[in-house]
Each structure stands twice: as structure tokens, then as C-alpha cells.
């Protein structure tokens, strides 16, 4: 027996997202057969809603509605310090830690040479016209990855030449992290980024 | 920050689906806005459509757009032995095996006390009416757990006295599983089961 195809279309739309294989498509595309005509409707409008409302903020690239995105239009942010990172799921995660009140610029993206992505591939153009004289620090705060070290690497020498102040954001350990099960890398750069004890 | 409105909205359509959370649904969410306008589109049309043109098979109760599911209608089938299921997906289950030609009916649960689901709150109206003589053997082929026992029980009591061979799928260690990681029932029901090598 096969599956119904309306059926079959469902889990294919399902099968696009990260990690969901076969199975879990059909498990998804039965949970969803299971809620209410209401609820898959509301949920089919949420999806294309979302595609249709959502662009990238025209200062910094973070998902925004609007024209600037929330951080962007926030008077109370230092926008003197600019934390650079991949992606606008980058600043979910930095947000949430809450102690982080500069702004920040999305690359959509990170240099690599085995996906073929340049430097001009990347959203840098408008970074390079936030450094009039205003911002005082860039975070770089991509990936601890060949392709997140490259890019910080290429970062770095564009911006050092404007006059500001560029940093990388620390390696090491992680908190909960055991030393045994660290990879020598990761330990090389804790023991070089060692500090005094306070 | 929060996220934009409709990208939440769309996150919480996501946390209805079995085992996402909050961290999945964020990924899916963002896949979603990575794809084409037109791909979500045709998800939320699939959604929608399966939604509208998917509904329980008159005879057996399986997943069907037409008033008679693919194996009620398929003449090759035999329709003297019907195997017993919980849900559609179980069907799809024993389909894969290649090995079953009989045909299906689906109960849409099992008895249970804790969740407060009644004999009657099944499907049985339907497996009752289809004991007209024609069918000689009743497989019940629900969960080996409490409730698909409850049920299976139940069942036979029902079905026994239509004049119709009532069997239960076998207990067991299951292929390629390791004797010193079998549960105890499981080693009981093994040994119980035991046959004859050929």
C-alpha cells in the first residue's frame, strides 16, 4: 500500500526540515492529520505568513517585520560595539544570555572554500558603511570552525584599517565541560587563554 | 529580543508536532524562511489539502481519499483473515513487511483506564458487522504494552464467540536483539513461545 498522496506531499514538505527523515515526517504528517481542520489551517497561514512578513533588518540583517529590527530601533543598545555572527539564529543565542547590550551585524553566512562562498557573498558591504567613526569595538563572534576562523581572519584585516577596535570572542572550555573529554585543540587554547585568578 | 510575531506564530505550530520543543521548532522555523516562497506555498497547500481530502476507510478505518481504502479494494487481497491495528500507522508498519496479503481494521486506539478510553470508544461497531461468515481468522496485532493487552483481551472475549479463529501476534527477543538486554517478561514470553527447530 502506499500512501494517500495528499498524504505523501505532506511528509515530502515535511522531509525538508533539518533531521527529518521518513519516519518522522510520517509521525509529523499523522499528528497533523489528528489536530483540527482549524489548527492545521491556522498553522498553513502562520508558515506563509511568515515568509511573506519577514526580511532582513536594511542596518544590521537580523529578521525583522519592520524596516530596522527591534535591536536596531533600541536607543537604550550601545551601538558603539557590533557583534558579528553567522546568522540571525546567532543572535537568538546571544540574546538570551542577557548580558550582551551592543548591536550586532548577520554575515548570512561564513567565507569557505569547499561550499565555493567569498567574501563578496557576504553581507559586508553594509558593514563596512557602519564604521563612520562611531562604533568604537567589533565582536567577532562566529563559529570556533575552519570556516568561522577564516572569516574572523578576513574580519579582521578589514576592519583594522578603519580604526576600530577588533576582538574575537574567547576559546575554551566549555562550563560543565570535562577535561578529559576535550579535544587537544580546545585544550591548547584554554591553557594560551589562561587568566589570573581574581 | 523576541522574535518577529509571525515567526513565533510559526514556531508554535511546530511545538505541536511529537518531540519538537522550542529549539527544533526555531530550526524549522528557519529552514522554513530559507526555502522559496513557492515551496512554502506548496507545504501549506499539502497541509491543507491532506487535511481536507484524507479520511477513515468505511470498511476498515484506514487512511484513504477515496470511501474505500487501496487494500479494502484490492481483490487480491484475503479478505477471510483480518489483522487487527491500533492506528493507520500501524498498517503502513505491517505493509512494509511484504509478508502480510490479508486485510486491516483499524480501532483508532486502546482501552485504557488511565486515559479513560472505553471499549466503545473504538472502532468496533464496524469489525463486529464484518463477522458476517466470510472471515475465518481475526489477528490482533496491537502493542505489546498494558493497554494493547487490555484490548487484545477484550477482543477475543468479543470474538470468540462469532465462530471465528482469534490469534495474537508473537512475543519475543527481536531480531538482532542481545538476550542480556531483554527485560525479563520478554525472556518469560520467549521461552513460552519456544518451537521446534525445523
Redesign the interface.
Known sequence: ???????E??M??FQ????VGLK?A????????D?S?Q????????????????HPCVICG????KEE???CQDSQRDSSTICVVQ???D??AM?RTKEYHGVYHVLNGLISASKGILPEDLNLDSLLKRMDGSVREVILATNATVEGETTALYLDKLLSSKGVLVTRIAYGIPIGGHLDYADELTLIKAIEGRKKMD
Open positions: 500500500m502506499a500512501y494517500p498522496k495528499s498524504f506531499k505532506c515530502e514538505g525538508k526540515l533539518p533531521g518522522s510520517e509521525r509529523y504528517a499523522f499528528t497533523m492529520l489536530c481542520l489548527e492545521v489551517q491556522e498553522f498553513a497561514e502562520a508558515l506563509l505568513e511568515m515568509k511573506q512578513k519577514i537580523n529578521l525583522t517585520e529590527c527591534e535591536i546568522s540571525a539564529r543572535i537568538l540574546e
